[in-house]
């Protein structure tokens, strides 16, 4: 199985990947979450459609106050990948990470798959 992988992130810091579980552990067209080391959690979605299939951003909604974004509604508006938080919600980009209804946003981080294990870049 051939899957495109999404850079997200262009940073100066150098960062440490972070091997998080199988791939077969994720649900297609769906979020999983998932924690890093550092304590911080992460939603991580697969979508076999798109160009870049994997995305991964925090998964606190900071409208909402609550770490639950990997339960949201995964779509698009004008062609960008969003995921819909489940409490009031706004749409967060699966690239950037940005809100595009209001002025806050998650992290994005860069995402990969090695040998069939998805590894997210931590800092």
């Known amino acids: 199985m051939s899957v495109a992988v999404q850079q997200q992130v262009s940073s100066k810091q150098e960062g440490q990947w972070q091997d998080i579980c199988d791939f077969s552990a994720l649900v297609e067209n769906s979020g999983v979450c ?13 979508l076999p459609g798109e160009q870049n299939s994997l995305y991964a951003i925090g998964n606190y909604d900071p409208i909402g106050k609550a770490n639950v974004l990997y339960r949201g509604i995964i779509g698009s508006i004008k062609g960008e990948p ?7 919600k706004q749409h967060f980009s699966l690239r950037t990470g940005q809100c595009i209804e209001d002025e806050v946003s998650v992290p994005a981080f860069d995402i990969r798959l090695i040998e069939q294990r998805v590894q997210i870049l931590s800092f």
């Open 34 to 46: 998932a924690l890093l080391n550092t304590g911080e959690q992460v939603a991580i979605f697969y």
């Open 82 to 88: 969003v995921v819909a938080s489940p409490l009031y």
